[in-house]
């Protein structure tokens, strides 16, 4: 499907972790594992250049100018390469012991599959993050119609891990079949992966479809990215966890107010609180990634040299806040598509009346009394 090649840069570097799971082991235990004798391994200078024709295509795909491929490069050359690096030893393992298993042409037994997707599960949700933070950059220089773009690959990339997620959930648990999931027949073999590429090309693009038209990308708040996948093994178990009472900011007044205002229906009231709960999980995300960032360019402007400093700095706040307000703006778009047109009509009525009545009410006042001139 030749949509689904718009998401290819985000996949090339999730097959790093995904088509070769990788070790998730305790960041204490992770942290002592060695780094493989023999196996693949790109160079610096590989991954390097791969960057340079991944953003080639994404300056291609997205309209970027020199300036912002050159802030996207930079910005994931910051990433990738680093959390690719720290994590050589499990992820180049993971690649052996996958290889090693489709070499041997003998289906692994199922103990052995679960052990290996507990461990790739929760550094493949990780690297999800690195790519989400990645995007939140691109955000603040990239226009509005490039984020648009970006929220529809976003949303395909979210859902194509959540797939992932579902999948190795089950195998975590003990669920691998290798009378289902080993074929040994090479023909029945593609013809099996063929249709489970189908089936999940179809269920990125809806997801990447419905995102470009206003709705919440999918994964967002939720570890896998599909609804009602399970939780990755390992994940704390919260329900039933009495949560602690907290005021409501703004963003959920205005949902709330939003809610009364439509009499929104139970199934809408919870669509509202899902895309209340992504906006705001992407703007306490982002804060708090750029929280230095941003008691760094106060500071400056309060101590700059120049005006070019100053104005630098208060242009840096300046996009930070403008991040911020599109996820607001988002919320309200994903909102106003909740209410049926007789929800809008009678809102429309209520809202209309207590002017009337006021009106009314002021009219005796404004009238002479009866027998003066």
Do not use: C
């Amino acid at each position: 499907m030749r949509d689904t090649k718009r998401v290819r840069w985000f996949l090339v570097f999730a097959g790093l972790t995904i088509a070769a799971p990788v070790l998730a082991q305790e960041e204490s235990e992770r942290w002592k594992a060695k780094v493989p004798e023999a196996g693949f391994w790109p160079t610096e200078r590989m991954i390097d250049l791969a960057i340079d024709r991944i953003t080639d295509e994404m300056a291609g795909h997205y309209d970027l100018d020199d300036e912002q491929l050159y802030e996207t490069r930079a910005t994931i050359k910051e990433r990738v390469p680093k959390w690719l690096h720290e994590n050589r030893a499990e992820i180049q393992t993971l690649m052996n012991q996958f290889f090693e298993a489709q070499l041997s042409g003998e289906a692994p037994e199922p103990n052995a599959v679960a052990v290996w997707s507990q461990r790739a599960l929760p550094l493949i949700n990780e690297f999800k993050g690195v790519v989400n933070n990645m995007s939140d950059d691109f955000r603040e220089f990239w226009n509005d119609d490039q984020q648009i773009m970006l929220d529809g690959e976003l949303a395909a990339f979210n859902t194509g891990i959540g797939l992932v997620n579902n999948k190795m959930s089950v195998w975590a648990d003990g669920g691998y079949d290798p009378e289902t999931e080993w074929i040994g027949d090479p023909e029945a073999r593609r013809d099996k992966e063929r249709k489970e590429r189908e089936d999940a090309d179809k269920i990125i693009e809806a997801a990447r479809q419905d995102a470009m038209n206003g709705g919440a990308p999918s994964g967002a708040g939720s570890v896998s990215g599909v609804e009602g996948a399970p939780p990755a093994p390992g994940a704390p178990n919260v329900k039933g966890a009495a949560a602690p009472v907290k005021p409501k900011d703004e963003w959920e007044q205005y949902t709330d107010e939003f809610i009364a205002r439509y009499k929104l229906t139970d199934e809408q009231q919870q669509k509202a609180r899902m895309y209340l709960k992504e906006a705001q999980s992407n703007r306490d995300s982002y804060k708090a990634k750029n929280a230095s960032r941003r008691v760094e360019a106060e500071a400056l402007i309060k101590k700059a040299d120049t005006p070019e400093m100053k104005a630098e700095a208060e242009a840096s706040l300046h996009r930070m806040d403008r991040t911020v307000d599109r996820y607001f703006d988002k919320l309200k778009d994903n909102l106003n598509r909740l209410p049926t047109r007789k929800q809008r009509a009678e809102a429309a009525t209520l809202a209309a009346t207590p002017t009337e009545t006021t009106e009314a009410a002021a009219k005796p006042q404004a009238q002479k009394t009866p027998g003066k001139r």
